[in-house]
């Protein structure tokens, strides 16, 4: 069983930055792809952001793509997302997310590609 604990996220004006961490506890979380999702009220949770569990291969939403970064820092078991030039559309409720399979070098972009959630974690970005 994994535990993915985000930490708090914050309100922000358009064009601030902001940084998200996942502390990740469990079985083998180290080796495990790792991704951020967000959601909004009356809509689907999206990918924003994917790692393999190397770091080689990240993959990001189109809508965040030149702004946010995906990291992790396995020895600490977490995931980051930088988010720079924040825009009143990234507001919404931020979530980790991580696979069961281990050792995986490939990135996920569906809700259904992950097994354990964090609780979330929220942005509001003001114009």
């Known amino acids: 069983q994994v535990s993915l604990t985000e930490s708090a996220g914050g309100s922000v004006q358009a064009g601030d930055s902001l940084r998200l961490s996942c502390a990740a506890s469990g079985r083998s979380v180290g080796s495990r792809t790792k991704a951020w999702f967000r959601q909004t009220p009356g809509k689907e949770r999206e990918i924003v952001a994917a790692i393999s569990w190397t770091g080689r291969y990240t993959y990001y939403a189109d809508s965040v793509k030149g702004r946010f970064t995906i990291s992790r820092d396995n020895a600490q078991n977490s995931v980051s997302l930088q988010m720079n030039s924040l825009l009143p559309e990234d507001t919404a409720d931020y979530y980790c997310?991580?696979?069961?399979?281990?050792?995986?070098?490939?990135?996920?972009?569906?809700?259904?590609?992950?097994?354990?959630w964090g609780q979330g974690t929220r942005v509001i970005v003001s114009s």
């Open positions: 997310a991580a696979r069961s399979g281990s050792y995986e070098e490939s990135v996920y972009s569906r809700m259904n590609d992950y097994d354990s």
